[in-house]
């Protein structure tokens, strides 16, 4: 199994790195891909990435909540990173209205900015979008040619959002979201609905621990280990038999991401 999106750098799991990691292998976890979600945190998963050569891999990003810091300078560096061979994708960029961290207009800039840099550089898109479906769609239609390459990662919208997203050729990125039974309704329902050539599966460790774990773990920390039983609540909702679902879905995150 991959893991597409796991914040290892955060403070959650500081001191905790090596423990975090055999706990993975030991949940058939082969590789992990660390979310870039701001320069200095880019950099910061590059130099993990490179501490676990095979194993963790990282993209170049700058969040829709950090876009108020985007410079040129951001540009530079972000163009700096992804020329590592261990960054094997641009984001986590996008929009998201749900709080505002940033006002709208700073999001646009470093979203415009961002895929601009993907324009040139041949790499595929990991995507936030949160509170903005149709603004999302807006900027990213206005980059055709860059959506098969893209990943909607940790999609929690319902039945019409999805349909909309593998309308436009969107890859889709699936979390514990979908282990709530109170918040995840929609994103269950709408799995119904899911092809399966076109799904990753992803914790966004430390975030979203999965509600129905049992036993419920002591500690609130999501981790990679926790991923086999998001696979397979996913792969039940889909109505697919597990070992084809895991096996797929491997093979769609090793065509996406070039691993």
């Not at 900015?113 to 903005?132: G, K, M, T, V």
């Not at 893209?150 to 309308?167: I, M, N, P």
Request: aromatic letters at 8%; a negative charge; one cysteine or more.
């Amino acid at each position: 199994m991959i893991d597409i999106g796991v914040n290892l750098t955060e403070e959650q799991f500081q001191g905790k790195e090596l423990a975090v990691l055999q706990r993975a292998k030991e949940a058939a976890i082969q590789k992990m891909i660390l979310t870039g979600s701001s320069v200095g945190g880019s950099k910061r998963s590059l130099e993990m990435a490179k501490r676990h050569p095979g194993i963790l891999y990282s993209t170049a990003g700058v969040h829709p909540h950090d876009a108020k810091s985007y410079t040129e300078q951001s540009t530079k560096d972000l163009k700096q990173l992804l020329a590592q061979p261990e960054v094997i994708a641009i984001g986590e960029c996008g929009l998201d209205f749900d709080r505002n961290y940033s006002e709208p207009a700073d999001q646009y800039y470093a979203f415009e900015a961002q895929l601009q840099i993907a324009e040139e550089i041949d790499l595929p898109i990991f995507l936030h979008e949160r509170a903005a479906h149709k603004e999302f769609l807006q900027v990213m239609k206005q980059h055709e040619r860059l959506i098969e390459k893209s990943v909607v990662h940790c999609f929690t919208g319902d039945k019409e959002q999805l349909k909309a997203y593998l309308d436009a050729g969107f890859y889709i990125g699936v979390t514990g979201w979908v282990c709530d039974m109170k918040r995840g309704m929609d994103l269950r329902e709408a799995l119904a609905y899911m092809p399966l050539n076109r799904l990753m599966i992803e914790t966004d460790a430390p975030y979203l621990l999965p509600k129905n774990l049992k036993p419920k773990p002591k500690s609130r920390i999501n981790e990679p280990m926790y991923l086999p039983h998001i696979g397979r609540e996913i792969a039940a909702l889909m109505q697919v038999e597990e070992h084809h679902f895991f096996e797929t879905v491997q093979k769609n995150t090793e065509k996406f991401f070039r691993l």
